[in-house]
């Protein structure tokens, strides 16, 4: 499915940055490396979709916070992936 019609994106693209990745992939990084929301933004929402679905972007869930307590006992946030203070 194409998600960025101004850069012919396609959702597979997308997912496979995501895989390639060792880093989280963000909304900078798509726009950077394949143009999405570089022109008119129309497929800014569809984007991060994929990238909350596949492990990328805000709201994925960070791998630190499905354990106790986050690291050294301080708890992450779901949805940045920062450290809350203690």
Request: glycine share 12%; hydrophobic share 35%; with cysteine.
């Amino acid at each position: 499915m194409i998600v960025c019609v101004c850069n012919a994106v396609r959702e597979r693209q997308i997912r496979e940055l995501v895989a390639q990745s060792e880093t989280q992939v963000r909304m900078r990084d798509l726009r950077e490396q394949l143009g999405v929301c570089s022109d008119c933004g129309k497929c800014a929402r569809r984007a991060r979709g994929i990238l909350r679905k596949y492990g990328g972007g805000a709201g994925a869930v960070s791998p630190d916070a499905t354990a106790p307590g986050g690291i050294a006992g301080i708890p992450v946030t779901a949805t940045t992936g920062v450290r809350a203070a203690p």
